[in-house]
Every structure is written in structure tokens, then in C-alpha cells.
């Protein structure tokens, strides 16, 4: 985003398109730990999990699913690589995201921000306190 901060004030609920402009600039400023296993990661804003997606990952509320990150290729049966490639794509579920914005009052993009550290960090095997670490820092022009 060249440096430029975005700053949205919503009175009503962001739409997909605006979490996805959100969740742009978050991709763009990821903490540097995270870059490296980032490049040609694709973010998408969906509304939210769908019941295939409730039914593979047997969870019991779907609201509790904020991110999933989604690998498009294995390197071979089981393995799976620890970059991203032109492939992967890291889903962003509104809903449930907007019942958080609503519950704690933060800003949506400090709520995106965080969501997505945990997964990607979570993916990319960093530890609970790395990642802790790493949402509560303020970096790069966020925040």
C-alpha cells in the first residue's frame, strides 16, 4: 500500500469488500517472521464456513472458525511445504469475525490483523508465545 494507512469507520457492518481491502494491507505489513513463508499467499474474505467445511473439520460451531488457511498443493502424500505458494489462500470468515468485532469493540482491522497471525502462525508451526509475541507488536506503519 506504499505506506499509506487505511482507516475505515464503519457504522454499519464492513462488507467482504472491505475486509478484503483490510485484510490487504494486513498481508502487506505480516511481521517479519512471517514474510518469508508468505510470498504468493492470496487472502479471500468469505461470509462464512460452509457445511462441506463444518463437516471436514467436524466443528461444532462454525461461528468459533475465524481463518483457515488452505495449502493448494502437497509436496508429496502427507508432506506439506512450509512456504506458501500461488496456490494457497488464507480465508477470512466475516461473520464470525463480526461477532468478535462486536463482543470486544476493537478496531476490525487490529481484530483481522491478529486473526490472521494466528493462523499463519499456527500453519507454519511458530509456538503459542512467538505468536503471542507477534500480534501484540506494533510493526511497519501498522497499528
Given amino acids: ?30 511481521p517479519d517472521e512471517l514474510v518469508e513463508f508468505c510470498d504468493g499467499l492470496s487472502v479471500r474474505v468469505e461470509d462464512a464456513p460452509d457445511e462441506v467445511l463444518e463437516e471436514e473439520l467436524d466443528l461444532e460451531d462454525p461461528y468459533d472458525l475465524l481463518a483457515l488457511y488452505r495449502s493448494g498443493k502437497e509436496i508429496a502424500p502427507g508432506v506439506e511445504k512450509k512456504t506458501a505458494n500461488d496456490d494457497d489462500v488464507l480465508i477470512v470468515f466475516r461473520r464470525p469475525l463480526l461477532d468478535m468485532w462486536c463482543e470486544t469493540g476493537e478496531d476490525i482491522t487490529s481484530l483481522v490483523r491478529q486473526i490472521m497471525i494466528e493462523e499463519l502462525g499456527n500453519h507454519f508451526d511458530f509456538s503459542d508465545d512467538e505468536i503471542g509475541e507477534m500480534t501484540k507488536r506494533h510493526y511497519q506503519g501498522m497499528l
Fill in 1 to 30: 500500500m506504499d505506506g499509506q494507512q487505511i482507516i475505515m469507520n464503519h457504522t454499519v457492518s464492513p462488507a467482504i469488500e472491505d475486509l478484503e481491502v483490510i485484510a490487504g494491507s494486513v498481508l502487506d505489513s505480516l
